[in-house]
């Protein structure tokens, strides 16, 4: 059964792309709705544990939309609404806070009721603000379909890993800081059109979750879905 998705206003780009805006936490105001729920997941880096969607109704419209963050060393903690605008992945390993320390995954909730339309999409895809980066060389970062998200989840309950949707290969060549990161996930936009899905939870990981040099934030205010058609 599909996942309960998410309800979002769009908008217009000048390049004509259509965008879905991602919402925000922390009291932001955001032109996207919710709807969210926990899944389960073992832990381990790509392993998914077995379980079904559960439909949910979707959010009115308007709502403030959620994301969230969660870290393997402090496994029972939501950190739903308490990294300001920081969506951490990768180890981060730092002797001044050990607090934030620990590996991170992190999830976004993009609204999917405008991808209903008739006609064919072409190609989708998550566009994010790559805030800071441990180290410039070229640590992988994944995303993938991923099932919803509540406030209270935590790194022991974060949401079912589904499908692997794009790894992306940052080069070391030029900024590796406050630099605009695309990934494709026409795959999952495909799905939510064919399965009239409300909204799209996507889950961020470092493909190498031990070394620190892997760590990276994102800034989840930035991301939008942007969507071409055929």
């Not at 405008?114 to 999409?121: Q, V």
């Amino acid at each position: 059964m599909p996942t309960s998705r998410s309800l979002t206003g769009r908008r217009r780009s000048r390049s004509g792309y259509a965008l879905l805006a991602c919402g925000l936490v922390g009291g932001l105001a955001a032109p996207a709705a919710v709807a969210a729920s926990p899944g389960t997941q073992a832990g381990q880096t790509g392993a998914s544990v077995s379980g079904q969607r559960q439909p949910g109704p979707a959010a009115p419209r308007g709502s403030v939309g959620l994301w969230t963050s969660v870290n393997a060393s402090h496994p029972t903690k939501s950190y739903h609404g308490l990294t300001d605008d920081v969506a951490r992945v990768g180890k981060r390993a730092l002797r001044n806070n050990p607090e934030l320390n620990g590996v991170w995954r992190s999830f976004v909730t993009m609204g999917a009721q405008d991808l209903h339309r008739r006609g064919t999409i072409k190609e989708a895809r998550l566009v994010i603000r790559n805030t800071t980066s441990q180290s410039c060389a070229p640590y992988n970062v994944e995303i993938w379909d991923t099932g919803r998200i509540y406030p209270r989840t935590t790194w022991n309950t974060q949401p079912r890993w589904y499908h692997w949707l794009h790894t992306l290969h940052p080069g070391s060549s030029g900024n590796c800081q406050n630099r605009t990161l695309s990934f494709n996930v026409t795959a999952d936009a495909r799905e939510a059109q064919k399965n009239r899905w409300p909204s799209m939870t996507l889950g961020l990981k470092a493909s190498n979750e031990k070394s620190s040099d892997a760590y990276k934030t994102f800034a989840p205010s930035t991301a939008r879905l942007h969507v071409t058609w055929s």
